[in-house]
């Protein structure tokens, strides 16, 4: 059983996250926040289980009243969009802070002194750092625009520490910080602290990505990446590598990989272009929700207008040299289309 602590301030109580027992872990997605004191012999207590739904990232407020963590309400489905949960400890009362909000946030962080969290979430993507008000649930700040970020840890009550990367970085270390309670501020700075390349010693100079939109399925906007090579120039024509993505409910993020490397594909001479149709994750929970019962429809249609979207738009593509790439569900959608396109 995988259980994921955090412990109180105060070390007299744990919080950690375990599958519900007696349930077909091969079927069921359902695991509770459990709170268990640290003396004793007193059992665990899920302050959830009547949610069948996956929860997840118990976070204890500095004060130790209350604890914030991630909910899915939908039994048996992964790709449920998470909300903002908190619990009073001396009134055993849950709140859903985010019940209207169409992000799924994907890691918490208290901010200091202030009944406001720090949270990830992928938008549009990217994966970025916004606060978020405890008590009424208002989206109070967005501090970060770009690339993916993760890994926050609070500093101070105008600072904070995290990692982020991009398509062509690999995860670096950030700070930003404010005069003003990082919450609320509208003028914080974002200050880079690492210097970490893919090749210390002989740095590769990546162009970087540009996003593009197209009218795709249903006549919904639909968003892709476009790499170019190093040393890339726009009177050469291009090989395509066209990835597509697995989950289905999953994302081309602007961030770094070490398993699908778009960028490492641009280093051996391809555009690359990764689009995000029907059934991804950080457009709104009812365009992921849509890929079922259309694994074959929808962005098969997506990725279809997507291809001729690129090949229009960026002349220095070779439309003779065109292949498509992927893995899981990315496998199936490569061979649907090899049975489907004329």
């Not at 009362?93 to 992000?103: E, I």
């Not at 609070?154 to 995860?171: E, G, Q, R, W």
């Amino acid at each position: 059983m995988k259980l994921t602590f955090t412990s109180i301030i105060s070390g007299q109580e744990l919080a950690f996250v375990a599958k519900a027992p007696g349930r077909n872990y091969a079927w069921e997605t359902s695991q509770y926040i459990y709170l268990v004191p640290t003396a004793g012999d007193s059992p665990p207590v899920a302050i959830n289980s009547d949610i069948p739904g996956a929860s997840s990232y118990p976070r204890y407020k500095p004060d130790g009243n209350s604890i914030a963590y991630l909910q899915m309400f939908v039994r048996q489905y992964e790709a449920d969009r998470n909300r903002l949960v908190t619990y009073n400890r001396a009134t055993q009362r849950r709140k859903v802070v985010t019940a209207d909000w169409d992000c799924s946030p994907s890691s918490i962080a208290w901010a200091v002194g202030e009944d406001a969290v720090f949270v990830t979430a992928q938008d549009k993507g990217h994966v970025k750092i916004f606060a978020i008000d405890t008590l009424t649930g208002e989206l109070l700040n967005t501090l970060t625009n770009i690339h993916t970020a993760s890994g926050i840890q609070i500093l101070s009550p105008t600072a904070l520490i995290f990692s982020m990367s991009s398509l062509t970085s690999p995860n670096n270390i950030y700070t930003i910080s404010s005069a003003a309670s990082l919450h609320t501020t509208k003028s914080a700075t974002l200050t880079r602290r690492t210097d970490i390349h893919v090749n210390h010693e002989d740095p590769i100079d990546f162009p970087e990505p540009d996003e593009f939109w197209f009218v795709g399925a249903q006549n919904h906007p639909i968003h892709g990446w476009i790499i170019t090579p190093p040393n890339f120039n726009s009177s050469k024509k291009y090989p395509l590598a066209f990835l597509i993505h697995g989950g289905p409910q999953g994302a081309w993020d602007d961030a770094w990989s070490v398993r699908w490397n778009p960028s490492v594909f641009a280093g051996a001479g391809f555009v690359v272009v990764a689009i995000n149709p029907h059934g991804s994750t950080g457009y709104g929970q009812n365009f992921t929700d849509s890929i079922k019962g259309n694994w074959g429809t929808l962005p098969y249609d997506d990725l279809d207008r997507g291809l001729s979207h690129v090949l229009d738009k960026y002349p220095f593509v070779d439309e003779e040299k065109v292949a498509g790439l992927g893995a899981s569900y990315g496998g199936f959608m490569v061979n649907w289309i090899n049975g489907h396109s004329d």
